[in-house]
């Protein structure tokens, strides 16, 4: 079965720095999806990033970047330039190559950015 | 841009009654789902659906679980006799193809008394 494991419950930085949020999951499979979502206090998971497996090239989106290490199943979230709105939990998700759009999530990380 | 929608976002009920929890998916997705987070855990997946049958469902969706598209736009879960352990923030999501980004709604926060 697949397990998805965040290790870092809480973390913080001060805004304009950069942080690094770990995730590492377990699977026999070879193709799979990653995938970071972000849940504000608003409640509303909104998906800050997407990995595909068979692609070595790390996934970014604006200041939002991943390092994907396939062979230590490793795919840690670095934010840069914090801003005080990425205060949120953010959880890393996994979901297998089959039809059935399963999501496997992290226990989550909370990231507080302070002024 | 378009949003998965969920009501009511707080839902208040007797222990052993029926609830049903609403969705409206994104008009033009095919694939939904239902996940579940308990305060303080994980989102934990219950069941995907597509083309009007359940594709997946996890330990958690027995029996007491059930879902339906009754038309063209809505999702729903259903809880038949519910719980004090079925306490819970319900999402719903939805995605174009089943390997595709899920969008997710804002959430039904269920209290069981």
């Known amino acids: 079965a697949q397990t998805v494991t965040q290790s870092q419950p809480e973390m913080s930085v001060q805004e304009a720095e950069t942080v690094t949020l770990s995730c590492t999951y377990d699977?026999?499979?070879?193709?799979?999806?990653l995938f970071w979502y972000k849940q504000p206090p608003s409640r509303q998971m909104i998906l800050v990033i997407r990995q595909e497996a068979y692609k070595q090239q790390n996934a970014t989106e604006n200041r939002f970047s991943v390092n994907f290490q396939k062979a230590a199943k490793s795919f840690s979230l670095k934010i840069s330039d914090s801003q005080l709105g990425d205060t949120a939990m953010y959880f890393c998700a996994f979901m297998t190559s089959s039809n059935t759009g399963k999501l496997i999530f992290g226990q989550g990380t909370t990231l507080q950015v302070k002024p | 841009e378009p949003e998965v929608t969920q009501t009511p976002s707080h839902q208040v009920t007797q222990m052993g009654q029926e609830v049903i929890l609403r969705c409206v998916p994104i008009?033009?997705?095919?694939?939904f789902y239902w996940y579940r987070q308990i305060l303080g855990q994980k989102v934990e997946f219950l069941v995907s659906?597509?083309?009007?049958?359940?594709?997946?469902k996890s330990e958690i969706f027995d029996d007491q679980f059930s879902v339906e598209r009754p038309d063209g736009s809505n999702f729903t879960l259903k809880i038949r006799s519910t719980k004090l352990e079925d306490s819970a923030m319900y999402f719903c999501a939805s995605n174009i193809r089943e390997n595709q980004p899920q969008h997710f709604g804002d959430g039904t926060r269920l209290s069981i008394l």
């Open positions: 699977t026999s499979e070879s193709n799979y999806y």
């Open positions: 659906f597509y083309n009007n049958e359940i594709s997946e």
């Open positions: 008009s033009n997705h095919l694939y």
